[in-house]
């Protein structure tokens, strides 16, 4: 399968523990997004790397959260301090290009007792 | 903030009818895309139609696009059980062109057999 791939697929983890998601993009896919899903909504924007440059991270982004995509292939996201608010399906995405059509892993899911 | 409305929130049909879904949106965009999501799944893309089309063919799918309304419709023909999902409309918008999808809150469309 040359999809995107996201790891782990879910997460429980106590309020004030930190977490860190993987995400392969398509292998020839220069763009990489985040995107964070609560129940009953649309993704909201989180962050998006050109190669290895991470161009643009949103309000949503507060400084608990950091990404990276250090080679421009795979990307991690770490919450650190996790609150209940960070609850939420984390979904992971890639294009070829900055106007084509995005392709996204199948997400993972994030619980904070 | 989300950008795209999706009309109606919620659609149920009959097996073989056609599932007809509004997005609506306010800025100018490149490009408008639908997706497809089942319950605790990622996003499945559908199609893409660029802001010089209006309309656009994929399989079951039509998807049409009105710049001057600032609107897109997509009409599922025949539809099938299989088809039950959330379907979202996001818009790649002049403004933050390529860096974003700005996603609508979503039609449930349930097919019943």
């Known amino acids: 399968d040359t999809g995107v791939s996201q790891d782990p697929r879910h997460k429980i983890t106590k309020r004030g523990q930190n977490v860190t998601f993987r995400c392969d993009p398509i292998s020839e896919h220069n763009r990489l997004y985040w995107y964070r899903q609560t129940l009953g909504q649309g993704p909201e924007f989180l962050t998006y790397f050109q190669n290895e440059a991470q161009l643009e991270k949103s309000r949503l982004l507060s400084d608990r959260f950091s990404a990276e995509r250090p080679k421009g292939s795979f990307s991690t996201l770490e919450i650190q301090r996790t609150e209940q608010g960070d609850s939420a399906m984390y979904l992971c995405?890639?294009?070829?290009?900055?106007?084509?059509?995005?392709?996204f892993g199948p997400g993972t899911r994030l619980l904070v007792l | 903030s989300q950008q795209g409305e999706e009309d109606p929130q919620a659609l149920s049909i009959q097996e073989g009818e056609n599932a007809t879904m509004n997005c609506s949106y306010k800025t100018s965009i490149n490009n408008l895309q639908w997706y497809r999501q089942n319950s605790g799944r990622g996003l499945v893309h559908l199609i893409l139609?660029?802001?010089?089309?209006r309309e656009k063919h994929s399989g079951r799918l039509r998807v049409t696009l009105d710049t001057s309304k600032k609107s897109s419709s997509l009409l599922i023909t025949a539809s099938r059980a299989a088809d039950t999902a959330s379907y979202f409309c996001?818009?790649?918008?002049?403004?933050?062109?390529?860096?974003?999808?700005?996603f609508g809150e979503g039609t449930q469309l349930t097919v019943n057999p």
């Open positions: 139609i660029r802001s010089n089309e």
């Open positions: 995405a890639s294009s070829p290009y900055g106007t084509g059509s995005q392709y």
């Open positions: 996001a818009t790649d918008r002049q403004e933050t062109s390529g860096s974003r999808l700005t």
